[in-house]
């Protein structure tokens, strides 16, 4: 875009920038190779990308079903400690880092950003393509971690040393914890370039007139979830390697002079601790990496289908670059009582509570995005509900968490347990499967089935605040996480038995539901009723393509040209309630947008 | 319109289970009261931020249902609003803050009377030591550990001698002292936390890492390992029994110096340079 593009589109309305660079010719695919596998269009990749994240959730999901049996009936299914703690360790990792950032960014940020953006594809079509297959190599070395000796690793998701790497932990003392930090490793590598690709993209290849506050939060989302994402995760493959290096060659990064079993290991002087501060300076910004898509993509989701413009829109832009800032500057609220230099604590309990206000801005725009709309209650619509509850919930739990000295009873019980499930699990869940609904009609055409739909949302909704919402009373008595035999503890006023039993049940049955939505993907996307362009009325430009679903290329022989922001809905003056964000001024001279 | 009812339900719900949960916490047997105060607190002020916007919210879905013939309001901004919502929130994070910080700073700074026990997490056990009669407690150090020296105290420190050593699960502690806890690992991390006294702190290897607390109530109190150590963690239990003066007196009287534990093991040669070393001082 030329200089005072802006300005131009701006003041002189109907003015288009100038093209900076003559547009590229694309890779056409000709086998069915090239065109199916090693595709290079990001709408392909994205899709491999969500399905193969689906799949290894699907491992989590199970997974923690075994785990609930194992807690409210013990015995029903034979397991043994080890297993219990593999079991533990998988669901997490998979959950937070295989499922939901892989779909997020790799699914949705390539299905979605060149779009909305108005490019044909990603910059990089063939390092995008090589990125998602690294990251199913990732896939695959830690699903075989489960047929090695030993069986995969048992040490928390939080893979602390020495405890990971040494012989009283599952998996610890064989393949398990190697396999592990080498599938990390290998995650990191593909996800840097796919990562590179969508920041890239954002920044340089949008269409004539999208300035950046033209974008939707959709995009404001993902792309700043990237960019946290690109300065994170190197310092989890740093802490990886340093740890395998531990491990195999016998270095001590981690590793102090410890005695196991009577036995004295060769290690010496090396620090735990900072194995802590690498993992959570990884682990806090990946909070944000899960959560600040699912805040951009449900403010879209609100905004279509209250029929009203998201509510302080540049607030919102802002709010979302100031979390992602301060998500650098928190991470050690997660070891308050870690054992570091107790003074920290007032810091990051300062710079913890800080995020809060951005945070709560957000929500009160959602919730005022409402406000004076005009709502229609479909199932994207729904889900956000629940997503706003949930989160409001969860992060108001989170609160009690970052204020140090209120941490201190509660951490490492039943009550941090239902906060990063409220607030990381199920809130970007529900995102996820709203925007599921939105767009299924974009990428096959179809509708999902409706009634299906309802079913699978209440049962979600409920079932899910019902295994969290009671969980924060077990961490008040004291419950502590990780124990593979919960037993009645002589501090708790109460039997545990009962509603541990009731969690268990909500468990299974949240679960079964997600059987039900897969199924009603199936289905619909063969015999779903047909959708036509743009059913939700969206203005935003991934529903302004040639054909639907887009095909190569995504857009017609020009691209569109953008001449106002994504949210012209219900403007004063116009004929229909929203506005396309390619429609020219002169074609809705009547009406009286305020908003470029 | 029943997701109205919906929402209704899961907020005023929620409020009802947090009134009659039975789940609660057990009654405070430390001086950390201000724990649990700002619990309550926070409890206020996020209970009323998650009543306001979930009834708000209701109303909204309620009030401005899709009706084909409305169109919604066109209002991109309203910097007043967006402002006043900011320093509203921010007035009471600030709320939050402060008596944390204070009850924080409390929890990190030890009085100075306090008396000190050390605490030793290993797979799957706990073991303790006392100072002995000169209310020091003597160095240690991973590389001395044996069967001899559980606790891996240096032969040479004078200090060591008369250190009392448990081990065992279980530990007594005196009413109404404050006590600094000294944490020590050996293996792994570990975390002594007994509910009752609110108070925890990881142990790790390597390093000594501490807390301080004043019991309040006599008693026996459980202890769980609250940091994930391996595949023992779960079964990582113990016992802690608050003692007036006289039965704590006893207890320790009960048990072994590391003096008599090296003489017990036929060690005198080691006694006599610990006893001239502390001659020396
Ligand atoms: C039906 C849904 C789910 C159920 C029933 C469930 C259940 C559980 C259970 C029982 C634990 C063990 C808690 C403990 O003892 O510490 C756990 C841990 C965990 N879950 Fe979930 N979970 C669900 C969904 C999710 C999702 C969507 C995420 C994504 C963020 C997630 C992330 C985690 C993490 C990070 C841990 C900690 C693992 C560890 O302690 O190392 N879970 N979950
Ligand atoms: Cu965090
Ligand atoms: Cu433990």
């Known amino acids: 875009m030329a200089a005072d593009s802006y300005e131009d589109v701006v003041k002189n309305k109907e003015s288009i920038p100038a093209l900076e660079v003559a547009p590229q010719d694309l890779y056409h695919a000709k086998s069915f190779w090239t065109k199916y596998i090693f595709c290079q269009d990001a709408k392909v990749i994205g899709i491999q990308y969500g399905l193969t994240a689906v799949a290894i959730g699907l491992v989590g999901l199970v997974s923690s079903w075994l785990m609930r049996m194992q807690i409210a009936f013990p015995g029903f299914i034979p397991m043994d400690a080890a297993q219990y703690y593999q079991l533990v360790t998988m669901h997490g990792m998979i959950m937070v880092v295989y499922l939901l950032t892989a779909l997020f960014l790799g699914g949705f940020g390539n299905y979605l950003i060149p779009l909305m953006v108005g490019a044909r594809d990603m910059v990089f079509p063939y390092v995008n393509m090589v990125s998602f297959w690294v990251f199913f190599l990732a896939v695959i070395i830690l699903a075989s971690s489960y047929f090695v000796p030993g069986g995969p690793t048992g040490a928390g998701w939080t893979l602390y040393p020495p405890q990971a790497i040494t012989s009283g932990t599952p998996g610890g003392d064989g393949l398990g914890i190697v396999l592990m930090l080498v599938s990390l490793a290998v995650f990191v590598i593909g996800f840097t370039m796919g990562g590179l690709n969508y920041v890239i993209t954002v920044l340089q290849a949008r269409t004539r007139g999208m300035t950046l506050m033209r974008l939707p939060l959709t995009v404001w989302g993902i792309f700043t979830a990237t960019v946290l994402a690109l300065f994170a995760f190197p310092a989890l493959f740093v802490a990886g390697i340093m740890m395998t290096l531990d491990n195999m060659l016998g270095t001590s990064f981690f590793m102090p002079a410890i005695i196991q079993f009577g036995e004295k290991l060769t290690h010496e002087g090396g620090s735990p601790i900072l194995f802590q501060h690498l993992f959570w300076f990884f682990g806090h910004p990946e909070v944000y990496i899960v959560a600040l898509p699912a805040f951009g993509i449900v403010s879209d989701l609100i905004s279509v289908h209250a029929r009203k413009n998201i509510f302080g829109y540049r607030m919102m832009v802002w709010a979302i670059v100031i979390i992602g800032g301060l998500s650098f500057v928190v991470w050690a609220h997660h070891m308050y009582v870690a054992g570091m230099n107790p003074w920290f604590g007032f810091f990051f309990a300062t710079t913890t509570l800080i995020i809060a206000v951005p945070t709560a801005i957000k929500v009160y725009n959602w919730v005022l995005t409402l406000w004076r709309g005009n709502i229609k209650l479909t199932l994207p619509m729904l889900f956000s509900i629940a997503f706003i509850i949930t989160f409001v919930n969860g992060g108001l739990t989170g609160l009690f968490l970052g204020n140090v000295a209120v941490d201190v009873p509660l951490s490492d019980t039943y009550f941090v347990v239902a906060h990063f499930h409220m607030v990381m699990g199920i809130a970007p869940v529900l995102v996820i499967l709203g925007s599921v609904y939105h767009w299924f009609p974009l990428i096959t055409g179809r509708f999902l089935n409706e009634r299906l739909g309802k079913i699978h949302f209440w049962v979600t909704f409920i079932g899910s605040y019902s295994i969290y919402f009671p969980m924060h009373y077990l961490g008040f008595m004291g419950v502590t996480r990780r124990y593979f035999e919960v037993f009645e503890g002589e501090a708790f006023t109460y039997s545990i038995t009962g509603i541990n039993q009731f969690i268990t049940v909500a468990a299974l049955v949240t679960g079964a539901a997600q059987f039900l939505f897969i199924y009603n993907i199936i289905v619909s996307s063969k015999f779903g009723k047909k959708a036509g362009k743009n059913p939700w009325k969206a203005c935003s430009l991934e529903w302004r393509t040639k054909d639907v679903p887009p095909t190569h290329g995504n857009f017609d022989k020009e691209l569109p040209v953008v001449y106002r922001w994504a949210y012209d809905y219900s403007v004063p003056g116009a004929d229909e309630d929203y506005i396309t964000q390619d429609t020219p001024p002169s074609a809705v001279a009547n009406a009286r947008a305020e908003q470029t | ?281």
């Open chain 2, 1 to 281: 319109m029943f997701v109205v009812l919906l929402v209704l339900i899961v907020i005023l719900g929620s409020v009802v289970f947090h009134m009659v949960s039975p789940w609660w916490w057990s009654e405070i047997a430390s001086n950390w009261v201000g724990m649990d105060d700002t619990i309550i607190l926070t409890f206020w002020i996020t209970g009323a931020v998650f009543v306001a916007i979930g009834l708000f919210m209701a109303y909204c879905i309620w009030k401005f249902r899709y009706d084909k013939d409305k169109k919604a309001e066109y209002e991109p901004e309203n910097s007043k609003l967006e402002w006043t919502l900011t320093i509203l929130t921010t007035i009471g994070v600030i709320a939050l803050l402060a008596p944390g910080l204070i009850v924080w700073n409390n929890f990190v700074t030890v009085p100075k009377g306090a008396y000190e026990i050390e605490v030793v997490g290993q797979q799957w056990g706990w073991m303790y030591r006392l100072p002995g009669k000169d209310g020091v407690l003597g160095t240690t150090s991973i590389k001395n550990i044996d069967d001899d020296n559980p606790f891996g105290l240096n032969t040479d420190d004078p200090y060591s001698l008369d250190d009392v050593l448990v081990d065992a699960d279980d530990l007594h502690i005196l009413i109404d002292r404050p006590l600094k806890l000294n944490l020590r690992a050996l293996d792994v991390l570990h975390d002594f936390y007994v509910p009752q006294f609110r108070a925890k702190m990881d142990m790790v290897p390597g390093t000594i890492t501490y807390y301080w607390f004043t019991p309040i109530k006599t008693g026996e109190y459980e202890i769980l390992c609250a940091e994930y150590c391996g595949t023992g963690h779960y079964a990582m239990l113990g016992y802690v029994y608050v003692d007036e003066q006289k039965e704590y007196d006893e207890w320790v009287d009960e048990q072994m110096t590391f003096e008599e534990v090296l003489a017990s093991n036929g060690k005198s040669d080691l006694i006599k340079i610990a006893l001239n070393k502390k001659n020396d001082l």
